[in-house]
Each structure stands twice: as C-alpha cells, then as structure tokens.
C-alpha cells in the first residue's frame, strides 16, 4: 500500500527526498574537492582508486558496476588515470575483450597520501561516526529498492 506524505505538500522542493540527495552530494563534492584537488584527482577518479586499493587488477566491467558507471563514462576516466601514471590497462590474458585496470607503484603510493580524506569527511560532517554509518545505510537502503524498482 503507498504511504502518503500526511500532511507535506509533495510539490515543494524542500519536501522532495531526491533533492536532499542531490543537494547533500553536491556539499560533498565541495568538501571533497580541496582534499582531492592535493592529490590530483577528481571527485570519480577517487572513487575509481577506492576500488583499486581495495582489489587489484579488475576488469572495467567490474568496476563499473561498482561505481554504477557505464563505459562511456568509465572509459575516459580510466584514461586520465593511466595518463597520470596510477593505472595501467591490459587486456586479460584469458580473455582477450576482457580490459584489467591495475594500479601501478605510484598508484599504490596515493592510498597512504589518500588516509587522511575520510577523516576530515566525518570532521566536516559533524557527526559521529555511528550517526554516518545509519545514514550511509539507509541511503544504500533506499537505492537499492529503487533499483530494484527499475531492474537493476
């Protein structure tokens, strides 16, 4: 049965839960920003290294779907990573459509430069670290019920 918003008027912008969202995401990018700016990535490379210090050597389909990015915007990405010397691209020696995205020695070197960007996230965010946790987990929450609303 479809729960109704009482007594909130559903067409104001202040009601609407994809735009605390997208309001929220875009003062993280703010705050991510200087301390991404430090270690020359951008908001999506960082994303894209999380994945890869987290396992090396994965195929770009993998970590598309990971990041729920497609290849078109993947692909460019990955590149300027490989042109900044963090990456390295081959193709699998099993399969040869297969595209393995590994990190080299200095990509490797980032993740420690890299330690201290989550802690100065939860300082700017003024919460606890438990307070985060519930968010982070109720957010993954609804996007998942949403994409299965959708298939995905």
């Not at 081959?90 to 802690?119: F, M, N, W, Y």
Request: hydrophobic residues 40%; aromatic residues 6%; neutral net charge.
């Amino acid at each position: 049965m479809p729960r109704k918003l009482s007594t909130l008027d559903p067409q104001r912008l202040d009601n609407q839960i994809c735009f605390a969202v997208y309001s929220a995401a875009h003062a993280f990018n703010r705050v991510y920003k200087p301390l991404l700016d430090r270690l020359g990535l951008t908001y999506p490379q960082y994303l894209v290294m999380l994945v890869l210090w987290e396992r090396d050597d994965v195929p770009v389909k993998d970590i598309g779907e990971r990041l729920f990015l497609d290849s078109g915007t993947l692909t460019p990405l990955l590149k300027r990573l490989e042109a900044a010397h963090l990456v390295r691209r081959t193709r699998s020696s099993e399969d040869e459509r297969q595209v393995l995205i590994a990190l080299t020695a200095q990509g490797h070197a980032l993740k420690e430069k890299a330690r201290s960007v989550p802690q100065s996230i939860l300082a700017a965010s003024d919460c606890s670290v438990s307070e985060l946790v519930t968010i982070k987990d109720e957010i993954v929450a609804l996007r998942d019920r949403l994409n299965a609303v959708i298939g995905e």
